[in-house]
């Protein structure tokens, strides 16, 4: 998953074909987020934090964003505190709301027949339903009207992190 997008993807040789789309299509619809395993997620999620904070030029990154976007989503970090706050109801939710046929696209490659694959797949995700959410508003990200420096203090660091950059035209 990233700020952007989130991708369910298998591997399989043609010859186990079916099984792994049905595998695919059952992970997709009926996810369970068993506690045991989001704890070992969140237990990595929150070891790779605590590098990353560790990390000048991380938290340079982290600082640039934030001032750069602004209460804009693309401006908020993770903390450990929003890590720990994640549980099975929130990611049942989130499934709930945005998993839906209306916003799946799937890629396929591999010596596949695109009307076979099609066939496959419809027949591997059949009863999958729901309807897109709209989407929220996002505010725009602050103009710049001039040149700013911020600097952070990170007292002992053996190094320095320096971030610069400017938002690029919407897409």
């Avoid at 049905?22 to 990595?44: I, S, W, Y």
């Avoid at 799937?106 to 027949?113: R, S």
């Amino acid at each position: 998953a990233s700020a952007d997008w989130l991708s369910v993807d298998v591997t399989v040789l043609t010859d186990f074909l079916d099984t792994g789309l049905d595998l695919l299509a059952d992970v997709v619809m009926n996810p369970t987020f068993p506690q045991d395993e989001l704890e070992t997620a969140r237990g990595r999620a929150l070891s790779a934090l605590q590098l990353q904070l560790s990390q000048p030029g991380a938290v340079a990154q982290r600082r640039f964003l934030a001032e750069l976007y602004g209460s804009h989503p693309y401006g908020a970090s993770e903390t450990p505190a929003s890590v720990k706050a994640i549980t099975h109801d929130d990611l049942a939710a989130f499934h709930d709301a945005y998993f839906t046929p209306d916003d799946a696209l799937f890629v396929v490659a591999g010596a596949v027949d695109p009307d076979d694959i099609a066939r496959r797949l419809d027949e591997s995700f059949m009863g999958w339903s729901g309807t897109a959410p709209e989407r929220p508003a996002r505010p725009a990200p602050p103009e710049r009207q001039r040149r700013e420096l911020v600097v952070g203090n990170k007292p002992r660091a053996g190094q320095a992190g320096n971030v610069s950059g400017q938002p690029l035209a919407r897409r």
